[in-house]
């Protein structure tokens, strides 16, 4: 099978869309398939996978690209291939990472705010708090982007089955992102002893919350006459105003903020936490860190809605959304009980089988030859 991936982010950026776009093409490629990547971001590097990358192609490069594969495969909802797609015929499956079918935003957050999850509200709030063009540009985009996933897309892939259910898009199927949990095994701890008894990854910015972890954590601390230790690991724009938290609150003694940390290093620090939490204040499509973490073997606590409690299922605990009341409570909770932290570990083995990469990427495959068995 000849594949076109399209993908209107790649590396030397770095982020989840562009660790799958690579995933895929390597998976894709490993199982004996033509994979060609297209992306419009440029590379001063080389490029030296087994797989082949065109970066920033001509329109008659990309018509020629489209007219010779079988299929095209969106990392993303986006528009990029879109025209070669209409020209060609070729049969196109789109990932979507976030909402932009729904909203202006294409996460139902904006400038520190839930926004509407819906096309109408989401213009008429953009259009109270953001700027007329912008908001113009937005909902142009949006009705676009909505009308070539109903009209011309083969099968749109939600990510979620909680994006599934936002999302009222037609040819939608649910398959989870196969990330490649398999190195965060060795962030297992068997000894028992750990530096920190909560800990957050993630991106430091207002969606995800950890200003409620902070709050959170501040009152277990009050309640435990400072008995925990909590690591912060990311980093991002919101930090200087989460420090400010942690010193406010006088808990910088117990709060440590590593930054970004990847690779062996992260897998390390992980190592030395024992709870992770997640506490977006956004509804999550996904949540990559939350199957990591789940194995890496950690006990975990995340916001109710959202698709993080969807992949957490019975391996953790939830609380509602911007409650940090509630997520006090639920970290109280869970670091005194250790009969439920082994319970949760025990259905985490369980839950991570619905996460095998193999088994993901085998289910893009057999998806892409039923599309081409009906060409």
């Not at 196969?178 to 991106?203: A, H, T």
């Not at 073997?297 to 959304?321: C, H, M, Q, W, Y």
């Amino acid at each position: 099978m000849k594949i076109l991936i399209s993908t209107p982010v790649f590396k030397p950026m770095v982020g989840g869309m562009e660790t799958l776009a690579n995933n895929f093409a390597v998976h894709f490629t490993e199982r004996g398939h033509e994979v060609t990547l297209v992306t419009p971001i440029p590379y001063a590097g080389t490029d030296d996978e087994d797989y082949r990358i065109v970066r920033q192609p001509s329109f008659r490069e990309f018509y020629r690209l489209a007219k010779q594969t079988d299929l095209i495969f969106s990392n993303g909802a986006s528009l990029y291939a879109a025209p070669y797609a209409m020209l060609t015929g070729k049969p196109m499956v789109m990932r979507h990472t976030g909402y932009q079918v729904a909203c202006i935003d294409g996460a139902g957050w904006y400038d520190g705010k839930i926004a509407p999850l819906r096309p109408f509200p989401s213009f008429l709030f953009h259009l109270k708090n953001g700027k007329l063009p912008a908001t113009l540009r937005g909902i142009v985009k949006v009705a676009a982007l909505r009308t070539f996933a109903k009209r011309f897309v083969a099968a749109n892939i939600a990510i979620s089955d909680w994006m599934k259910r936002r999302h009222p898009l037609p040819n939608q199927v649910r398959i989870h992102n196969p990330f490649p949990i398999s190195k965060f095994v060795g962030g297992r701890n068997e000894s028992g002893v750990y530096d920190y008894d909560f800990f957050f990854l993630g991106r430091l910015v207002t969606e995800k919350g950890v200003n409620l972890l902070i709050d959170a954590f501040t009152t277990v601390q009050e309640r435990s006459d400072n008995r925990y230790r909590l690591c912060i690991i990311g980093d991002g724009p919101e930090r200087p105003r989460l420090e400010k938290m942690v010193h406010s609150a006088v808990q910088n003694a117990f709060v440590t903020f590593t930054g970004m940390l990847t690779k062996q290093a992260l897998v390390d620090q992980m190592k030395a936490c024992k709870i992770a939490v997640l506490p977006s204040t956004w509804e999550e499509p996904f949540g990559g860190a939350a199957s990591e973490i789940l194995a890496a073997g950690k006990n975990v606590i995340v916001s109710r809605d959202g698709a993080l409690s969807e992949i957490v299922a019975d391996a953790g605990l939830t609380f509602p959304n911007n409650d940090s009341a509630a997520l006090a409570d639920a970290m109280q909770r869970l670091v005194e009980d250790e009969d439920l932290q082994k319970t949760h570990r025990k259905n985490a083995e369980v839950r991570l089988r619905a996460f095998s990469e193999d088994d993901l990427i085998d289910q893009y495959i057999s998806l892409f030859d039923r599309l081409l068995a009906k060409n």
